[in-house]
């Protein structure tokens, strides 16, 4: 089956809040399909839907074939999660232990679930810590027991919730590479990931879906999506401060398609960042900076990356 | 410095009876659960075809009860929870005494079980016919206030000293709990015991609390024929207090140079 | 699922049970742990007899009552608790839940420890309170058949109001504690253990009649007294049906609540602590 995941319709409210949104996607075999999107858009949502945590309000979901609402016990067998803000497993006892644990709960036997774990601890280089008690291992330690806990029961499709969320730049580059190699290793395998980091979704993902206020705004590759925004134009403008009613003012400006800003609090130098269509209104731009008072600090063309695109969909910024 | 206690004291001592009382299902399950398990202490003396005398003696027992309990979860712990939750660490960079923390740890909590135990005993009056001798009352609240002073120092001393078992506090507190409620003879006189271990309970400050409250309510005795029991009250009072004070300063310091104020998830 | 597949993952659950209970010191200081509160709590409950009246006849049923009510207390929490905790304090809940187990399946596997656990307490504060009430226990002949049978049946009922708690428990985080201690004292009260339902005032004595504890604690007095598995049968009938009953119900409200817990997505919920 090339079809891993398709929703119909999917719909999901906590009370009058919408959470998901009629969501329609559908992620195919052996693609690390990437959701993206700002706090409170849905991303964990979906994922809890899909992964039997939590049953939608309407509209259907399949994975792997299987109805998320009444074939739950298939779908587990099937997959698992990682999810980086979380800290699953019993600290009074060993690593390996913990792993056991799980590969009994997924039906290993006794002694294959030990082959399983003593080989992943290997293969991931955990031998140093295997034997430590859970709750006496780093939080890099932590992030990659969690990983083999997560492949344990060599799911088809494994659910990647912000993996690297507050671990450093090396580990993180780690886990990224395990995942590539994982999913290359079967073609069976399967992975949807949701991020804040863009080069987390540009590095590894196929297919990323937008996801804003609980709809999907697009799907589709990278590099389409990039393409989206070739043709428009991106500056970065450094100021010595920015006031809201000014950007509401730039938004104005005939040919400006999106706009955010970042302000630093212990420089004060405000960051704008700007798609436009056509080179020209940088022009009106400046002028109305001037008028203002407000002094450009730089000024500079830049390459275009998934925060464009998403600035040029929504017209919002994305974090 | 005294100010600063005080007024730390009272801050802490404000949020706890604050948050407790603010939420009347927490105040109707404080009172309705010692409830139902002294009544069935009180049906299991009737059973016996006990002396009534018996049934005052344990509603006594058994509305003080909460006191410990709360010494035990409400201050012995509680550094551990505040250590838990990464408060601890804000209390002390936030130059905010300690003593003072702590202090105001015991008064709300005190005041909150105070009124807890007046609710237990009142009920417990009321729904068995419990008759108690209330022409001295007045000296048994000032008993009652003197045993709260030595148990709740004591609580302090626990506080300060538990720190150290990190997520085993949980298991030391259920230790002490049931072994202590009976040495205090919370359900029945400690005069049944050897001589050689009521000597010993004799500083047991809820046993003496408890013992000399009886004596004055169940069998009317005048305060001073228990004279002795107010002032070893009050000796014990003094001495914990004092410790308890030591105790604060040496797990600052010592938590401070073995980091282990902020280690947690055990 | 087979049963030779679910007796190993049973086994599993109980000795993880056991990791998480036992391992933070050593067996002998674990041992002595477990057994200190159920021995005080039964010597809180003896000296009452001891007090009131030094009789080895009274002081038999408040003997049997409590220590068997250690078992009773524990196997609960062991049910109860073990939802509350591994979804609290272990954060582990969720990824329990999507393995491919019922989740009632894992509560009552991680339960069964205490009904082993709890043996020992059992026997030490058994033999430490007719020790002290001069009861002559080894002149007693039980019927162990229907001693064990009764312990077994325990296991059914108690289990059962582990999951009615946890049935409530899988909605709240708040409440926990008071839930799982209010139904834990009732029995106590309502329960035929310290003292004969009778004396419950009228309307409340006819509570204890629906309540397996009552029939289990008197045929644990009467196995232990050594009488005839025929005598045995008026009390042993109902408290089958009744465990029975309970256990259904139970394993069934579980089940609906787990799914209405899904659907609102309260199965990862924690308090912010
Ligand atoms: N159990 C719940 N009860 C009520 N509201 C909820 C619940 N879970 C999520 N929500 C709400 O649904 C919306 C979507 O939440 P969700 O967690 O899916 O966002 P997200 O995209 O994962 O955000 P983040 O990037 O912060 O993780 C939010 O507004 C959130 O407050
Ligand atoms: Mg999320």
Not at chain 2, 8 to 34: C, E, M, Q, W
Request: glycine share 8%; charged share 20%.
């Amino acid at each position: 089956m090339d079809e891993v995941v398709r929703t119909i319709d999917l719909t999901r409210h906590f009370g009058k809040m919408v959470a998901l949104d009629n969501v329609n996607i559908t992620i195919r075999r052996n693609e690390i399909f990437g959701l993206l999107g700002p706090n409170g858009s849905g991303k964990s949502t979906l994922i809890k839907i899909l992964s039997t945590l939590l049953l939608p309000t309407s509209g259907d979901a399949y994975v792997l074939g299987y109805n998320v609402k009444t074939d739950y016990m298939e779908i587990r067998k099937r997959i698992n999660i990682v999810a980086g803000d979380d800290r699953p497993g019993y600290g009074s006892i060993k690593v390996k232990e913990n792993l056991w644990f799980f590969s009994q709960l997924y039906g290993y036997g006794v002694r294959e679930g030990w082959k399983v774990v003593n080989s992943l601890i290997e293969e991931f280089g955990m031998q140093d810590y295997a034997d430590r008690k859970l709750n006496r291992v780093s939080s890099g330690m932590f992030q990659k027991y969690n990983f083999v806990r997560g492949i344990l029961n060599n799911p088809k499709l494994l659910f990647l919730d912000e993996p690297t969320v507050g671990l450093d730049v090396e580990i993180s580059r780690e886990i990224r590479n395990y995942v590539k190699s994982w999913i290359k290793r079967d073609p069976e395998r399967t992975i949807l990931l949701t991020t804040h980091y863009m080069i987390e979704a540009q590095e590894l993902c196929d297919r990323v879906a937008i996801i804003y206020k609980g709809k999907i705004v697009k799907v589709d590759t990278v590099e389409n999506l990039l393409k989206l925004v070739s043709g428009e134009h991106i500056f970065e403008i450094k100021t010595n401060f920015i006031l809201n009613d000014c950007l509401e003012d730039i938004k104005k400006i005939q040919g400006v398609k999106g706009l955010y800003s970042d302000s630093d609090v212990s420089t004060g130098i405000a960051k704008l960042r700007i798609v436009m269509e056509e080179e020209g209104p940088i022009a009106d731009i400046l002028s109305l900076l001037k008028e203002r008072n407000i002094k450009v600090l730089a000024l500079s063309k830049e390459e275009p990356n998934l925060e464009d695109v998403f600035l040029y969909l929504v017209g919002s910024k994305l974090r | 410095m005294i100010r600063e206690i005080f007024k730390t004291a009272y801050a802490r001592a404000y949020v706890r009876i604050k948050g407790v009382n603010s939420d009347v299902t927490h105040f109707i399950i404080d009172i309705g659960l010692p409830l139902i398990g002294l009544s069935a202490i009180l049906l299991a003396y009737k059973s016996l075809n006990a002396p009534s005398q018996f049934l005052a003696i344990a509603a006594i027992g058994g509305a003080m009860m909460a006191f410990w309990y709360n010494v035990l979860w409400g201050m012995a712990s509680q550094f551990y929870w505040e250590r838990e939750t990464g408060n601890l660490p804000l209390y002390i960079s936030s130059g905010a005494p300690m003593p003072g923390v702590l202090l105001g740890m015991a008064l709300g909590g005190a005041v909150n079980m105070t009124i807890r135990a007046v609710g237990v005993l009142l009920a417990t009056v009321y729904l068995f016919g419990i008759k108690l001798y209330t022409s001295e009352i007045v000296p048994a609240f000032f008993l009652f206030l003197l045993t709260l002073f030595a148990l709740y120092s004591l609580g302090m001393i626990f506080a300060s000293s538990f720190l150290r078992f990190g997520r085993s506090v949980s298991k030391i507190n259920e230790l002490l709990g049931e072994p202590m409620l009976f040495f205090s003879g919370v359900y029945f006189p400690v005069k049944v015991f050897p001589f050689a271990i009521q000597l010993i309970v004799s500083l047991i400050p809820l046993a003496l609390g408890i013992e000399g409250m009886r004596e004055l309510m169940v069998f009317g005795n005048s305060p001073l024929q228990i004279l002795w029991i107010y002032i070893v009250l009050l000796l014990l009072g003094i001495v914990f207090f004092y410790i308890a004070t030591k105790m604060i300063k040496y797990m600052e310091e010592r938590g401070k140079t073995t980091g282990t104020l902020t280690l947690k998830w055990e | 699922m087979g049963i030779r597949d679910s007796l190993t993952k049973l086994r599993v659950l109980v000795w993880l049970s056991y990791q998480i209970e036992a391992n933070w010191t050593r067996l002998p200081s674990y041992l002595a742990y477990i057994s200190i509160r159920p021995t005080f709590t039964l010597l809180l409950m003896i000296f009452i007899v001891i007090a009131a009246r030094p009789n080895p006849q009274y002081g038999f049923f408040i003997l049997v009552g409590q220590a068997f009510y250690n078992l009773v207390g524990s196997g609960v929490m062991g049910v109860a608790y073990t939802l509350w905790d591994d979804r609290e304090h272990y954060r582990s809940l969720k990824y329990v839940y999507l393995t491919p187990n019922s989740l009632t399946f894992y509560l009552i596997g991680r339960g069964l420890y205490k009904f082993i656990e709890g043996l020992l307490p059992l026997s030490i504060a058994f033999f430490v309170g007719a020790l002290l009430i001069h009861y002559p226990i080894f002149s007693l002949m039980p019927n162990w058949p229907m001693l064990i049978a009764n312990y077994f049946v325990g296991m059914i009922w108690i289990i059962a109001f582990g999951l009615l708690i946890a049935s409530f428990l899988i909605f709240t985080t708040d409440y926990g504690w008071a839930a799982v201690e209010s139904i834990v004292s009732s029995l106590l009260l309502f329960g035929n253990v310290i003292f004969p339902t009778y004396l419950l005032p009228y309307p409340l004595d006819a509570i204890a009649n629906f309540l397996p504890i009552k029939y289990w604690m008197d045929i644990n007095r009467q196995a232990l007294l050594g009488m005839s598995t025929m005598n045995m049968m008026p009390n042993f009938i109902p408290l089958l049906e009744l465990s029975l009953i309970y256990f259904v119900v139970a394993f069934f409200l579980f089940k609906y609540c787990e799914r209405v817990a899904r659907s609102k997505g309260l199965i990862d919920i924690t308090t912010a602590h």
